[in-house]
Every structure is written in C-alpha cells, then in structure tokens.
C-alpha cells in the first residue's frame, strides 16, 4: 500500500495545483477575447472556493480519514491490488457521486448546502470551486461505504482527486468549448454539465454525474443541450456578495420553518425536494414539469 499512499500525496496536492492553474489560464484567455466575468462573480467564487476546500482539508484529516479506515478494516472483501480494483473504485465513487448529487438537489435541507454552487450566473472553471462553507458535512459522506467492498481509502483518495479534476473541466466557459462530438452522451462534458447548470425547466435536475453519463442515461435524468442555458437559481440572488450566496438558501428555508403549522409541514419543508409548499403551488421540479410551468428556486 506504500505506493497508492504516495500517489495520495501527489494527487490530492495536484487536484488544487491544477485547478489553480486551469481558472488562472481560463481568465487570461478571457481576457484576452475580451470576455472577463465579473470582478464581483470571481471573488465570490473564489471566496467560496477557500471555504469548501478549507473546511473539507479539515473534515477529511479530523473525521473522514479515520472514518474510511474504520470501515475498511470491517471491509466484505479483500481483493488483490490489480488495475482491475482501480477500476472498480472508479465506479463505484462515481456511483456515489451521481447519487449524492442528485440529493442535493432532491432533499431540501441538502439543497441549502449544494444551492451555492448553482448561484454563479457564469459558467467558468472558478464556478467549479464555488461551494457551501458547509459542503464536508454532505457529500463525503455518500463515499464511506466504498471501502467496505475492499477500496483501500488511500485509492479511493487518488480517484476522487482525479474525478474531482475533471470535474473543473466541466465547468470551463462555453466560449471556449462547445461540444465534443463521439464523447456527449458518454462522459459528463462541459456541455452536458452546462446543462445542469441551466435555469430552463427542461434542464432542471438532470446530468448529475461528474465524469461519466452512464448514471443519467440509466436513471432517466440525462439531457441534451439543445440551446444555451442560463446559468444560476430559476429566481436569481439579489448580489453576488458572498455572504449573500452562503446564507440565501438558508434564510429561506427559515422563513419557511416559521410559517409551517405544524410538525410535519417542517419536515417536509426539510427532507421534501425544493419548492414543496404547506399553502400554496406545487413548484418542485417534478410536478412542474409534469404541468409544463415554471419551478420556483
């Protein structure tokens, strides 16, 4: 195991190397067609960026760390190091991801955390880093069954980094990359992630995964990208302060809270998908696009 617990300490350091490199290229490039998203939009998204990555490195070294070494020790299987584990880890951390994502968009409460990352109305590489301060007690947490099935946790690291880079990938701004021909419908390419991004109904709640379409296409939830999206929450934030984008979904789900009569009201306004509603309109997503109307954010 000596050799994947070195290739940790040289793929989790690259993953931000990279993609510190990747957003600084993609703003000169910008540039340079004249093109810059707003100085306002990048420092929020980096702002965000510093908190999710800084508070998930800590997570990940107090409680996930142990907590994936706790679960391989008690792993079902054993099987030998071979390109055949990698592999299977790779899917199966995909797997997670795609399932993981699409809670964050179907539970309420977890929507407050993932909503962040949907509030940028441009898609660039730093929207790929635009998170909730509060992302570490989410998603890592769809990751801690893997080692179960014999995933040393320092593999599933190396696969996670190199995930997570193409997942930067995927956010690079459609100026620069349109479709990628023989590759849509297989991997999760720039295109089909800007159509995750979009506020149309058509685009709402699909193409969850992060590196391959095979989970969308399996699960109903894969579309095409037939016209530009636009980018951001279907009722856009009043300013891009970063303040604003952490804090907005939670203040509306408060104000919710408030106003629910009862016990089983605020539960569903926790756990149901974004848009139920105790006194008015059904806006989730689901029933709106079975009515053919606009959802509410």
């Not at 409680?63 to 790779?90: I, T």
């Not at 899917?91 to 968009?105: K, R």
Request: with cysteine; glycine share 8%.
């Amino acid at each position: 195991m000596g050799e994947i617990e070195q290739a940790v300490r040289i793929a989790v350091p690259a993953t931000y190397v990279v993609a510190t490199a990747l957003i600084a290229l993609e703003l000169l490039v910008l540039w340079a067609f004249g093109a810059l998203p707003k100085t306002r939009t990048v420092a929020s998204s980096l702002g965000s960026g510093a908190l999710t990555f800084g508070f998930m490195g800590l997570a990940q070294a107090l409680v996930h760390a142990h907590l994936l070494d706790a679960v391989y020790a008690h792993r079902l299987l054993d099987p030998p190091l071979s390109g055949w584990l990698w592999l299977g880890a790779f899917v199966l951390y995909d797997f997670s991801f795609w399932l993981g994502h699409l809670a964050g968009h179907r539970v309420r409460l977890l929507w407050c955390l993932h909503a962040v990352h949907h509030t940028t109305p441009e898609m660039t590489f730093t929207a790929a880093i635009r998170g909730s301060a509060l992302d570490f007690v989410y998603l890592p947490w769809f990751f801690l069954w893997i080692p179960l099935f014999g995933v040393p946790p320092a593999m599933l690291l190396v696969v996670e980094s190199v995930s997570r880079t193409w997942g930067v990938l995927s956010h690079v701004s459609p100026r620069l990359v349109g479709k990628l021909g023989p590759l849509e419908g297989l991997l999760v390419t720039p295109s089909a992630h800007r159509v995750h991004h979009g506020t149309e109904l058509p685009y709402l709640d699909r193409n969850y995964g992060e590196v391959l379409a095979l989970w969308d296409r399996l699960f109903g939830t894969y579309a095409v990208e037939t016209s530009p999206p636009r980018f951001g929450l279907v009722s856009p934030l009043p300013d891009e302060r970063l303040s604003t984008i952490q804090l907005s979904p939670w203040r509306a789900l408060a104000h919710d809270l408030r106003r629910a009569p009862d016990w089983r009201a605020r539960l569903r306004y926790l756990f149901d998908a974004p848009g139920w509603s105790h006194d008015g309109a059904d806006q989730r997503v689901a029933t709106q696009r079975l009515s053919g109307a606009r959802p509410r954010a």
